[in-house]
């Protein structure tokens, strides 16, 4: 099996085993976006007709926002379509992660600490969006081989985003969820998301 292999939730937590609890977590915080950036999003969504391939819901709205995010936490790396790998089973191309930045430091492998997974939803399915996010959150837990740290996983569609975390062995979705027709807020939950990320970087720096 791999990432994609798992195609529901259900399906994950059979083969490991997990709590799953619904709550809030995340603040309602809200960023300003460049205008160019609201110019770029806005364009995409008049020329989107119907039919559009999923690649264009990943390149014109997922990509973008995670982009914006990272600019501003440069001790992150944003991984594409970047191997991961712990064993046969949690291994794959995940749509995107996000762990420690290497730049400038000497290294014996490319990917340190992985901490946040993001799935496209494609087609609008959820459920098998978030059962590919969770394996990789496995995955980057098993590789971290640190159950003290806190891993961050976003769903979307493009238009839609959900939002969960992996603490030990409990899986917590957000109940808030948002959208692209209020930009802002996408930004600032994943800005805040990318924060959290970098502040358990700092404290391991330390430790």
Sequence with gaps: MAFDDFKSIKQVIRKYPLQIKRERFLPEVRLELSEWFIENLDFSQKRQVAGESEAFFRESYIYPFLQEAW???LKLK????HPLRFDETLSGEPDYFVSASTEGKVIDRLVY???LAVAQAKKEDFDGGWAQCLSVLIACQQINADNRLTLFG???TGHLWEFGKLEKN?????LLSCSTADP???FGILDFIFAECEKQLDRQAVA
Excluded: A, D, G
């Excluded at 944003?78 to 379509?81: D, G, P």
């Excluded at 409990?170 to 957000?174: G, L, R």
């Design 184 to 186: 802002q807020k996408v």
């Design 78 to 81: 944003l991984w594409i379509n």
């Design 113 to 115: 600490t992985p901490l």
């Design 71 to 73: 600019k501003c936490h």
């Design 170 to 174: 409990v899986f917590t979705y957000e």
């Design 154 to 156: 976003v769903v979307s």
